[in-house]
């Protein structure tokens, strides 16, 4: 910026195109989206990362449709959840209203490219002292003003807060659609939680159950002098402890409750979530995600904005430092009494520039432009940490997907292995050949087996929300497919066993949920073959119809 604007006494249409022709003018620097830190590939892709696509530079999508992401979970209930928080929650409508907040900013930003102009009307009477008869000198006055200024943008201040306004009301767009998609993510967190919890819970009714019935039978036995007293106290601790811990699962069932109904704008008095069979799959992670994904993200998108906006206060701050011109007109009509003003008033008017301009501060738009480079160089270091969160969240998420999927193999293989086991001491039992401690021993191994496998699937949707959120609303391309490897919507098929070097990411394990139609019955091992004359059935039922004379070898 090199115009320089020279004092004189300048007539004022002259002083007016001056004023246009330097309009052009904008201190301070040009925005320019910094770099921010990128990887040729995601460290955590699958082998075949090619296929990703070459990285190019952002081109923010934030505005992209991102559709009903969640429905690939195919679950009605939580389609049901989900309308209800974009109209619903307050946190949600605290972002919409910073929205329009900053709309208004924008709109009285830009009010600054217009003259002001104001009226007056005045009617008064005075008195101004006495005449020579001493009768009071009484005058009446009447008058009407029209009154117009303007200050010109010289330097491009108007324009550079104009600037800063829109990228602001843009950043605060993208934070609302953060906080939807955020919010969204979490209430589909919370709810799969929930339905993992009614697993557990069923799988402890179930246990309580079986374990109530076996302690049952070692009293019949204690009573008849066929089992000891510390049979009967083990018993009881087994029994107790799962009613302990069918106790505490209902208080993080009842917070996960809690949670969805606040995030969709209820009191918890007023909401409540029924259990029942939840037959949600785990969506199939496509083996190529498009890189155009990470543009979606509006938390990114939001960032990238602020480095914008505080890009232009660094002009505004700058533009202090030049002289303001003030162009000012003014006209009206005055008289003594209302007749004359009617019939011949005085015309009165006045139109002039005037130029100012601040010689010294003490260092204070110094301050002001200093802290404007501060502020920005803070909106860099934000931007590009905003940039590896993102690519974190994404790492870390295809590494859950890929090797929570190898976990559940092993785990599945595990439940299996604690199944078998517990069906092989039960039918040992059943000969007289094996004691009462070792079929609790079976019957607790098979039960954490199943809950570490519960726990397990519900990591599994964790990190297909998580890893959805993290690449700005699911993995759809908008009006198309998702990238090569899988299709929309597709959920995982049961998968057999497999070794480390076949899962990917596409995998689900091959474990049923406990409330699927044809799920097994987790709390009811399978039987092994029963020695000749034996009975079939579960290891629990198999005690439980034991009579209570009967004999143990031991």
Same mark, same amino acid.
């Given at each position: 910026?090199?115009?320089?604007?020279?004092?004189?006494?300048?007539?004022?249409?002259?002083?007016?195109?001056?004023?246009?022709?330097?309009?052009?003018?904008?201190?301070?620097?040009?925005?320019?989206?910094?770099?921010?830190?990128?990887?040729?590939?995601?460290?955590?892709?699958?082998?075949?990362?090619?296929?990703?696509?070459?990285?190019?530079?952002?081109?923010?999508?934030?505005?992209?449709?991102?559709?009903?992401?969640?429905?690939?979970?195919?679950? $009605?209930?939580?389609? !049901?959840?989900? @309308?209800? #928080?974009?109209? =619903?929650?307050?946190?949600? %409508?605290? &972002?919409? /209203? *910073?929205?329009?907040?900053?709309?208004?900013?924008?709109?009285?930003?830009?009010?600054?490219?217009?003259?002001?102009?104001?009226?007056?009307?005045?009617?008064?009477?005075?008195?101004?002292?006495?005449?020579?008869?001493?009768?009071?000198?009484?005058?009446?006055?009447?008058?009407?003003?029209?009154?117009?200024?303007?200050?010109?943008?010289?330097?491009?201040?108007?324009?550079?807060?104009?600037?800063?306004?829109?990228?602001?009301?843009?950043?605060?767009?993208?934070?609302?659609?953060?906080?939807?998609?955020?919010?969204?993510?979490?209430?589909?967190?919370?709810?799969?939680?929930?339905?993992?919890?009614?697993?557990?819970?069923?799988?402890?009714?179930?246990?309580?159950?079986?374990?109530?019935?076996?302690?049952?039978?070692?009293?019949?036995?204690? $009573?008849?002098?066929? !089992?000891?007293? @510390?049979? #009967?106290?083990? =018993?009881?601790?087994?029994? %107790?402890? &799962?009613? /302990? *811990?069918?106790?505490?699962?209902?208080?993080?069932?009842?917070?996960?409750?809690?949670?969805?109904?606040?995030?969709?704008?209820?009191?918890?008095?007023?909401?409540?979530?029924?259990?029942?069979?939840?037959?949600?799959?785990?969506?199939?992670?496509?083996?190529?995600?498009?890189?155009?994904?990470?543009?979606?993200?509006?938390?990114?998108?939001?960032?990238?904005?602020?480095?914008?906006?505080?890009?232009?206060?660094?002009?505004?701050?700058?533009?202090?430092?030049?002289?303001?011109?003030?162009?000012?007109?003014?006209?009206?009509?005055?008289?003594?009494?209302?007749?004359?003003?009617?019939?011949?008033?005085?015309?009165?008017?006045?139109?002039?520039?005037?130029?100012?301009?601040?010689?010294?501060?003490?260092?204070?738009?110094?301050?002001?432009? $200093?802290?404007?480079? !501060?502020?920005?160089?803070?909106?860099?270091?934000?931007?590009?940490?905003?940039?590896? &969160?993102?690519? *974190?969240?994404?790492?870390?998420?295809?590494?859950?997907?890929?090797?929570?999927?190898?976990?559940?193999?092993?785990?599945?293989?595990?439940?299996?292995?604690?199944?078998?086991?517990?069906?092989?001491?039960?039918?040992?039992?059943?000969?007289?050949?094996?004691?009462?401690?070792?079929?609790?021993?079976?019957?607790?191994?098979?039960?954490?087996?199943?809950?570490?496998?519960?726990?397990?699937?519900?990591?599994?949707?964790?990190?297909?929300?998580?890893?959805?959120?993290?690449?700005?609303?699911?993995?759809?391309?908008?009006?198309?497919?998702?990238?090569?490897?899988?299709?929309?919507?597709?959920?995982?098929?049961?998968?057999?066993?497999?070794?480390?070097?076949?899962?990917?990411?596409?995998?689900?394990?091959?474990?049923?949920?406990?409330?699927?139609?044809?799920?097994?019955?987790?709390?009811?091992?399978?039987?092994?073959?029963?020695?000749?004359?034996?009975?079939?059935?579960?290891?629990?039922?198999?005690?439980?119809?034991?009579?209570?004379?009967?004999?143990?070898?031991?």
């Amino acid at each position: 910026m090199n115009a320089i604007f020279r004092s004189s006494s300048v007539p004022a249409p002259l002083a007016l195109a001056c004023a246009l022709l330097l309009g052009g003018c904008a201190v301070g620097p040009d925005y320019q989206r910094p770099d921010a830190p990128a990887a040729p590939a995601f460290k955590e892709a699958p082998a075949d990362s090619a296929q990703w696509g070459e990285w190019k530079p952002a081109e923010p999508q934030d505005a992209s449709a991102r559709g009903r992401w969640w429905a690939i979970f195919g679950d $009605a209930d939580l389609d !049901a959840l989900m @309308s209800q #928080v974009q109209i =619903s929650n307050q946190n949600i %409508k605290a &972002a919409e /209203a *910073q929205y329009r907040q900053a709309q208004a900013l924008l709109q009285s930003a830009r009010a600054g490219y217009y003259p002001t102009v104001g009226a007056s009307a005045s009617a008064g009477r005075s008195s101004s002292g006495t005449t020579t008869t001493g009768a009071a000198r009484i005058a009446n006055s009447q008058g009407a003003s029209l009154t117009a200024s303007w200050e010109p943008d010289l330097w491009g201040k108007v324009r550079r807060q104009v600037e800063s306004s829109e990228a602001s009301a843009q950043a605060s767009e993208a934070t609302l659609a953060s906080t939807l998609l955020s919010t969204q993510a979490t209430l589909a967190q919370t709810y799969f939680l929930l339905r993992i919890t009614d697993q557990q819970r069923a799988l402890l009714e179930r246990t309580v159950a079986d374990y109530t019935r076996s302690l049952q039978l070692v009293r019949n036995q204690y $009573a008849v002098g066929t !089992a000891q007293r @510390s049979d #009967v106290l083990q =018993s009881e601790t087994q029994l %107790k402890s &799962a009613q /302990a *811990q069918q106790i505490d699962i209902q208080i993080t069932r009842a917070q996960y409750e809690h949670a969805i109904a606040i995030l969709i704008g209820q009191a918890p008095a007023s909401f409540s979530v029924a259990a029942h069979d939840f037959a949600s799959r785990v969506p199939r992670v496509p083996a190529a995600l498009p890189s155009a994904l990470l543009e979606r993200r509006p938390d990114i998108a939001a960032a990238e904005r602020q480095m914008a906006a505080s890009n232009a206060q660094i002009g505004v701050a700058q533009a202090a430092f030049y002289p303001t011109l003030s162009l000012s007109a003014s006209g009206g009509l005055s008289a003594a009494t209302l007749a004359r003003w009617l019939a011949l008033p005085d015309r009165v008017w006045s139109i002039g520039p005037a130029l100012a301009g601040t010689l010294f501060d003490g260092g204070l738009r110094s301050a002001a432009k $200093a802290q404007a480079v !501060a502020a920005y160089d803070q909106s860099v270091a934000e931007y590009r940490q905003t940039v590896l &969160a993102a690519f *974190q969240e994404i790492e870390d998420n295809l590494a859950a997907a890929r090797l929570l999927e190898q976990e559940a193999v092993v785990q599945d293989d595990a439940l299996r292995s604690a199944r078998e086991a517990l069906a092989l001491v039960n039918n040992r039992y059943r000969a007289g050949t094996a004691a009462l401690l070792d079929v609790l021993t079976a019957q607790t191994t098979a039960y954490q087996a199943e809950v570490t496998a519960l726990s397990i699937y519900g990591r599994q949707f964790t990190a297909s929300v998580v890893l959805m959120r993290a690449l700005g609303g699911g993995w759809h391309v908008e009006g198309g497919d998702v990238a090569r490897g899988g299709q929309p919507g597709a959920a995982a098929p049961a998968a057999p066993a497999m070794n480390a070097a076949e899962a990917t990411p596409a995998a689900v394990p091959a474990w049923t949920p406990l409330s699927a139609p044809a799920a097994a019955n987790l709390a009811r091992a399978p039987a092994a073959p029963a020695p000749a004359g034996g009975r079939t059935g579960t290891p629990v039922q198999a005690i439980a119809e034991e009579t209570p004379g009967s004999t143990r070898a031991r």
